[in-house]
């Protein structure tokens, strides 16, 4: 599909540890379209974060290896970029929040030091100037005077009251929400058109979850940001995502339409995710779990790797690995039940 | 928007912020430097042995011994001494040898300069060299570069000071002849004018650069050997901070923010794993005074340290006295330089 901004085939990624080669990843498939918000769901440890992390080549490479895979971007591979390209293509295509935004802004320096680096680098990137500044090749100083009059503006994009005021303060003088604010202004200072944002709101107060949630889904409408949104609260992907993919042990099993997933889930697992959700208006009786454990990435089951926890399990569900079965032509689901619905043929 | 905002204001008040934390820095050194002179006073007195006797000599009689006494003041209560030295110490007047009967603020202010001078090149070049060398360690982590590096500095901390030194002493001083074999200066030579009483510094201000090549000459042996331990250290504590730097979770975000990596690690990464260097440079520069007391018996180095052996065979608490006071003063000063410097780089100290 052309409106296709970046697309992830059959990525495998492996960590060499002492006790032996975690197939962390083993054959992500994911697409991102231009404007749209695409929830990944899963379990802790399943690799939502490694797969985003992949992306802007950020996984520490000794003790990891991608060992099969493409990451398109545009048309370009980002696996095959040199040092340089990949470190421009994060300056000027990519914004990235982390977690946790106490660990994340260096404590060291001050928000207007940190902003302006961003400022500075991401617009260096670009080729273009902080908005509505001078064209005449400006001295190192002058850019970053251009550069902290954008900060503030960034600041205030992002709510900071009395931008002007705090800029000049350390982060450990801001709370963990208006830190994340200052991260989501330096994520966004060089306009990306990518915005990876790996459970943004997990080390926040509930309170405050919502008013970053919903920063984020203002400013990425606003900006025609593809934002890929890293979560396991569901709820959070009804909200405010388009299209959500969900991921099991290094795999993704199903991807869909919110409302399509919601209503219709076609994977046991992600059947026994949604199962697993309180209700308000559910009458007592507790949640339902997945029975079984994540599987052990050293040794993962055969075949799909869903199969020993699998009510439906099949006898080729543990020597095939699922291909793609499409029920809709938005709606894809790894698993054998659907092979035999298969309507739309093979991709690839 | 587009306003200025208000940094002058802001600023002033980290300045002020700067001045109180090095005041009250400031302000804890005075008790520690009375609980050392007590406790160094209480040590010389209760220590078994007779000074008095000692410097006297065999001879002596009992009226001799006791005149002698009277004359320092030793026939007095303990505590009328202690009060009547702190007296003396605070018009900087540090009593007088028994042994010798030289006045110790004179050999003070000879020897206080030569082992500053001499422990301070050390440090100096201790830091010069290790804190690159740990920073390219920690960049190529278990790759050649790092293994020689901490080769080499296990060399540095196992071999003894006092044992390089005389092997470098016989090697490049007798042998190849190419650095003195001891000594501060020439001996037949006229230093320059004191001003500072460092030899590098007073030939610089005087102009007199033939001078000032023949002080690095001198210094140059003793203080590398005597660099080599701190140079390991420095190296290794760096190392190992930078690597806990670089792990760092705000690296990742610098690094996803397209930052070059070299502005990464020389910007980011350092300033945080500085405060730990800091604290082994300080630290180091202590031990370094005390290291400083062999190295300087190998190479004629006519400071503190010399002093401070010859008092302490002969129970002449005087000097011992003066020399520990001296030891605290400047240790405590380079604490204060240190903590100063965790404020200016650790904005989280500065305000807390």
């Given at each position: 599909m052309n409106d296709s901004l970046l697309e992830i085939r059959d990525l495998h990624l492996e960590f060499h540890t002492f006790e032996g080669v975690a197939k962390v990843l083993a054959g992500v498939n994911l697409q991102l379209r231009r404007g749209e918000f695409l929830g990944l769901v899963g379990e802790t440890g399943c690799g939502k974060s490694m797969t985003a992390l992949a992306i802007p080549r950020l996984i520490p490479i000794p003790p990891g290896r991608i060992t099969r895979g493409e990451v398109i971007f545009e048309g370009k591979d980002l696996l095959q970029l040199n040092d340089k390209g990949i470190e421009s293509f994060r300056a000027r295509e990519l914004g990235y929040v982390f977690q946790d935004p106490v660990t994340n802004l260096n404590p060291m320096f001050s928000i207007r030091e940190q902003l302006i680096d961003a400022v500075v680098y991401q617009s260096d990137a670009n080729g273009r100037k902080p908005a509505g500044q001078r064209r005449r090749p400006a001295s190192s100083r002058q850019k970053r005077r251009d550069a902290f009059q954008r900060s503030i503006e960034l600041l205030h994009m992002v709510g900071i009251p009395d931008a002007d005021r705090r800029i000049h303060d350390y982060p450990h003088q801001f709370s963990g929400g208006m830190r994340q604010r200052v991260l989501i202004a330096m994520a966004l200072a060089g306009e990306p058109k990518l915005l990876i944002a790996d459970e943004p709101t997990t080390a926040l107060d509930v309170t405050i979850q919502a008013q970053i949630l919903r920063l984020i889904q203002e400013l990425g409408r606003k900006m025609g940001l593809s934002v890929l949104l890293i979560t396991h609260n569901l709820g959070v992907v009804a909200k405010i995502c388009d299209r959500v993919a969900v991921m099991y042990s290094g795999r993704v099993i199903e991807t869909a339409p919110v409302r399509d997933l919601f209503n219709q889930p076609l994977h046991p697992y992600t059947q026994g995710l949604l199962k697993a959700l309180p209700h308000a208006q559910s009458e007592r009786g507790g949640l339902e779990g997945i029975p079984g454990h994540i599987p052990d990435l050293i040794s993962p089951p055969a075949g799909c790797r869903f199969h020993p926890r699998c009510a439906h399990v099949m006898d080729h569900c543990r020597e095939v690995v699922p291909p793609v079965s499409r029920k809709t032509a938005e709606h894809h689901v790894f698993c054998h039940l659907f092979d035999e619905t298969e309507e739309y043929g093979h991709a690839r | 928007?587009?306003?200025?905002?208000?940094?002058?204001?802001?600023?002033?008040?980290?300045?002020?912020?700067?001045?109180?934390?090095?005041?009250?820095?400031?302000?804890?050194?005075?008790?520690?430097?009375?609980?050392?002179?007590?406790?160094?006073?209480?040590?010389?007195?209760?220590?078994?042995?007779?000074?008095?006797?000692?410097?006297?000599?065999?001879?002596?009689?009992?009226?001799?011994?006791?005149?002698?006494?009277?004359?320092?003041?030793?026939?007095?209560?303990?505590?009328?001494?202690?009060?009547?030295?702190?007296?003396?110490?605070?018009?900087?007047?540090?009593?007088?040898?028994?042994?010798?009967?030289?006045?110790?603020?004179?050999?003070?202010?000879?020897?206080?300069?030569?082992?500053?001078?001499?422990?301070?090149?050390?440090?100096?070049?201790?830091?010069?060299?290790?804190?690159?060398?740990?920073?390219?360690?920690?960049?190529?982590?278990?790759?050649?570069?790092?293994?020689?590096?901490?080769?080499?500095?296990?060399?540095?901390?196992?071999?003894?000071?006092?044992?390089?030194?005389?092997?470098?002493?016989?090697?490049?001083?007798?042998?190849?002849?190419?650095?003195?074999?001891?000594?501060?200066?020439?001996?037949?030579?006229?230093?320059?004018?004191?001003?500072?009483?460092?030899?590098?510094?007073?030939?610089?201000?005087?102009?007199?650069?033939?001078?000032?090549?023949?002080?690095?000459?001198?210094?140059?042996?003793?203080?590398?050997?005597?660099?080599?331990?701190?140079?390991?250290?420095?190296?290794?504590?760096?190392?190992?901070?930078?690597?806990?730097?670089?792990?760092?979770?705000?690296?990742?975000?610098?690094?996803?923010?397209?930052?070059?990596?070299?502005?990464?690690?020389?910007?980011?990464?350092?300033?945080?794993?500085?405060?730990?260097?800091?604290?082994?440079?300080?630290?180091?520069?202590?031990?370094?005074?005390?290291?400083?007391?062999?190295?300087?018996?190998?190479?004629?180095?006519?400071?503190?340290?010399?002093?401070?052996?010859?008092a302490s065979l002969n129970n002449d608490f005087q000097p011992i006295m003066g020399v520990t006071l001296v030891y605290g003063v400047i240790f405590s000063t380079v604490n204060i330089i240190t903590d100063i410097c965790y404020g200016l780089i650790d904005p989280r100290i500065r305000f807390g």
């Open positions: - | 928007m587009g306003a200025h905002g208000n940094p002058v204001d802001h600023s002033t008040n980290a300045t002020m912020n700067i001045y109180i934390y090095v005041l009250r820095r400031l302000l804890l050194v005075i008790p520690v430097l009375l609980g050392l002179s007590l406790i160094t006073f209480s040590i010389s007195r209760l220590v078994p042995g007779d000074p008095v006797g000692l410097a006297a000599g065999p001879q002596s009689t009992p009226e001799i011994r006791e005149r002698m006494a009277a004359e320092f003041g030793l026939d007095r209560p303990i505590p009328e001494q202690y009060i009547n030295y702190m007296a003396g110490v605070l018009q900087l007047d540090f009593g007088r040898s028994l042994y010798t009967k030289r006045d110790v603020n004179i050999e003070l202010q000879a020897r206080i300069p030569a082992t500053l001078e001499l422990t301070l090149a050390a440090i100096i070049f201790a830091s010069t060299i290790g804190i690159p060398l740990g920073i390219v360690s920690s960049l190529h982590q278990n790759k050649p570069p790092d293994h020689v590096s901490r080769l080499l500095t296990l060399f540095f901390v196992s071999f003894p000071s006092f044992w390089l030194a005389m092997i470098f002493q016989s090697a490049l001083g007798v042998y190849w002849d190419i650095t003195p074999v001891a000594g501060r200066f020439p001996r037949l030579a006229l230093p320059p004018q004191r001003v500072t009483g460092l030899l590098s510094i007073d030939s610089l201000l005087a102009g007199d650069l033939t001078a000032f090549f023949s002080t690095l000459h001198h210094i140059a042996l003793p203080a590398f050997v005597l660099s080599l331990g701190a140079l390991a250290s420095i190296t290794r504590i760096t190392r190992a901070s930078m690597l806990e730097a670089l792990n760092n979770e705000s690296v990742r975000t610098e690094r996803s923010i397209g930052i070059p990596w070299a502005l990464i690690v020389m910007k980011y990464v350092l300033r945080n794993a500085f405060t730990a260097t800091f604290t082994i440079i300080s630290l180091e520069f202590g031990w370094l005074m005390a290291g400083a007391v062999l190295v300087e018996a190998i190479f004629g180095w006519p400071g503190l340290g010399g002093y401070i052996v010859d």
